[in-house]
């Protein structure tokens, strides 16, 4: 469920990401998850580089899940969402 | 004469008694006073700097974060660091499609003047450390 059940998908991001760039989580009116981010990278445009590289594909070592699932589609994000989803951009975690 | 001689005396001192070090573990500000060398600033504790430039009141500081992609910030004589747009790889071309490497920056390893205000000089590689190139890039 999003945050207040009003309807629209929740982007939440992860806390290793607040430490460079404070980012609340956003509601917003989408149907893909590339829509959903498009939003939010509009009103803070420099965060589109910490989570996409610069063909536009989620990078290497950043997931996005959509209700605790992996997406799909990494170059495109065409994952579609629906009413009240919960959208979480996450970095990867490795061994080392 | 004898106060200009003292002034750029002065200067040189200010430029021989400061250091810029860029680690694995952040940047590091380092001064000498009275012939003794202390840690006088940090930024950026924890995180790789892969380059640094002084270049006049201004201090470029490059950083590969890892998950979140190599950036470029800039001190400007205040102790502000705003961040910069790093450079970036154009769209992929059709005909591309048979180039191996990612069309993706990878490090920044240079940074040096562009010779003219708002220029820089960046040597970068791709996601793959491959292809280790210079671009020019809007600094100052």
């Known amino acids: ?96 | 004469v004898a106060e200009q001689v003292g002034r750029l005396r002065k200067e040189v001192n200010e430029m021989t008694d400061r250091l810029h070090v860029g680690t694995r573990k952040g940047l590091f500000e380092i001064v000498r006073d009275n012939g003794t060398w202390d840690v006088a600033d940090a930024r950026f504790l924890g995180e790789p700097v892969t380059a640094v430039l002084a270049d006049g009141d201004r201090l470029y500081a490059a950083l590969d974060l890892g998950h979140f992609g190599t950036k470029l910030w800039r001190r400007d004589g205040s102790d502000e660091w705003p961040e910069l747009p790093a450079p970036a790889f154009p769209p992929k071309p059709e005909d591309a499609g048979d180039d191996p490497h990612p069309w993706s920056l990878g490090k920044i390893w240079q940074i040096e003047p562009g010779g003219v205000d708002g220029r820089l000089w960046i040597g970068t590689c791709r996601a793959d450390c491959s292809a280790p190139t210079m671009v020019v890039t809007p600094g100052r």
Request: hydrophobic share 40%.
């Open chain 1, 1 to 96: 469920m999003g945050q207040d059940g009003n309807g629209m998908p929740t982007v939440s991001f992860t806390s290793a990401l607040q430490r460079f760039l404070p980012v609340p989580p956003t509601q917003v009116d989408c149907a893909t998850v590339s829509e959903a981010l498009a939003v939010v990278f509009a009103s803070r445009p420099t965060l589109r580089g910490y989570v996409l590289d610069d063909q536009g594909a989620l990078r290497r070592h950043v997931n996005v899940f959509v209700n605790g699932e992996l997406v799909r589609d990494r170059a495109r994000l065409s994952d579609t969402v629906d009413a009240n989803d919960d959208i979480y951009v996450f970095q990867a975690l490795t061994g080392g």
